[in-house]
């Protein structure tokens, strides 16, 4: 099943130009939309790829840059020989560093990438840190596991294409080691899928902390426009 109409990109129009354009750096494919403002790196989590990050980036193109790659072993980007977390957070800065807009990126990771965005924000100059549904695999996790854990099928079926998992056992081998240290400490914000909350329910005890009522950890595909909202007061 596909949607009527991508929603990373404009209505047809040919005397528009595409709102998403693709490129690739050392093997990272990536999405960008927008060219100026600050930096946005939007990082999947593990098993799924940049089109989880569509929706949510044509939202809030228009006050920012957004970069969504693929990471390594991943849908456009191949797996490397070697999977260390350091060489891609670096890949991932000289890719935010070539935009030149010469501002520090606000760095969003989903789920098991939470650790890898706060790996970027302890290396290199950053704006903010956001963790969306923190998932941290134990160690006896399978990709059935963690896809369960997902609940993408909660997903708005307009944009179930967008959440597909690769059932793959070696990308978790392979990215084990981004979580091994333990857990990411607390991030500039939290956003967390909670079945039952009310839509515009915060955590009463911290501003961090935003609670979106949905089902599964996708909540930036539940309620794009706010999740695009939250985002953008941290620019």
């Known amino acids: 099943m596909t949607p009527a109409h991508d929603p990373s990109e404009p209505p047809a129009d040919e005397t528009s130009p595409p709102l998403r354009s693709t490129h690739t750096y050392r093997g990272l494919a990536y ?140 990308l978790l081998r392979a990215y084990r080691c981004c979580w091994a240290a333990g857990p990411p400490p607390a991030a500039d914000l939290t956003v967390l899928s909670r079945p039952g909350a009310g839509d515009n329910d915060d955590d009463p005890g911290d501003g961090r902390v935003r609670v979106y009522r949905s089902r599964g950890r996708f909540a930036h595909l539940h309620q794009v426009r706010r999740f695009a909202e939250d985002l953008r007061s941290l620019l």
């Not at 490397?80 to 000289?94: M, V």
């Open 31 to 170: 999405d960008r939309w927008g060219s100026g403002g600050r930096p946005v790196l939007l990082l999947h989590g593990v098993l799924f790829d940049r089109r989880l990050w569509w929706p949510a980036a044509a939202e809030i193109a228009g006050d920012c840059t957004v970069i969504a790659p693929d990471l390594p072993g991943h849908g456009e980007t191949p797996a490397r020989p070697e999977d260390d977390p350091g060489t891609l957070a670096a890949d991932l800065a000289a890719v935010v560093s070539g935009l030149a807009l010469r501002r520090a990126p606000v760095v969003v990771g989903h789920a098991t990438s939470v650790h890898l965005a706060h790996l970027f924000a302890g290396r290199y100059a950053s704006r903010a840190v956001v963790a969306v549904d923190e998932l941290t695999p134990a160690p006896g996790d399978t990709p059935e596991h963690i896809v369960a854990a997902m609940g993408g099928e909660h997903v708005p079926g307009v944009f179930q294409p967008f959440a597909v998992a690769r059932r793959d056992p070696a």
